[in-house]
């Protein structure tokens, strides 16, 4: 498969099946997104993977009590967090992608783009490997509450969650704006 076709293909998957992510398949995937390219060779990201079942028990619940106090879940009758809390122990794998803030803005700001190629690049190394996954930015990541229960230091951000699983089905392409209705040339 060629570069430009994996690009155009790659879907995010939000529906997992139940076969399990080795962890050594993640750590393959890894290291081949780790070339990305970044300022300075600062490789300014560290990954925390959640794949056994304590794991993401423990994130399920970690992720409603960092929500709780979001009105959207705040106001949820304690059978429907119940079943919110079931379905993200449900998800095969987690990869928190976790990125060390430079004091410095400016490479602040390439570390972050270099986060992104990485996680891009993981997306679709996985692809490649029928693995799919969905990056999640939800504003609670942002939490104190879920920074510290991860162990996420002073000093660093998480950039993303990668939700990653096997899948069944692929859903189908959404139309892009061609790039020459947003090109402007000089």
């Known amino acids: 498969m060629s570069i430009a076709q994996t690009i155009r293909e790659r879907r995010s998957i939000r529906a997992f099946n139940r076969t399990p992510v080795p962890q050594d398949l993640v750590l393959q995937l890894l290291n081949d997104a780790v070339w990305a390219p970044n300022h300075g060779l600062r490789e300014p990201w560290r990954f925390i993977y959640v794949g056994s079942a304590e794991g993401r028990e423990k994130l399920a619940a970690l992720t409603l009590e960092a929500s709780a106090h979001l009105k959207r879940v705040k106001l949820l009758p304690s059978k429907l967090k119940e079943v919110m809390r079931k379905k993200l122990a449900e998800i095969p794998a987690n990869l928190i992608v976790v990125m060390t803030e430079d004091k ?18 993981m997306q679709l190394l996985g692809w490649e490997q029928k693995l799919g996954m969905i990056w999640s930015t939800v504003d609670f990541i942002r939490s104190l509450v879920f920074r510290s229960g991860l162990g996420v230091r002073e000093g660093e951000r998480i950039v993303g969650i990668l939700h990653m699983g096997f899948f069944d089905k692929i859903p189908k392409p959404k139309t892009r704006t061609p790039a020459e209705a947003k090109l402007v040339v000089w």
């Open 104 to 121: 410095n803005e400016h490479k602040r700001d390439e570390d972050f783009a270099a986060v992104c190629c990485l996680m891009q690049n």
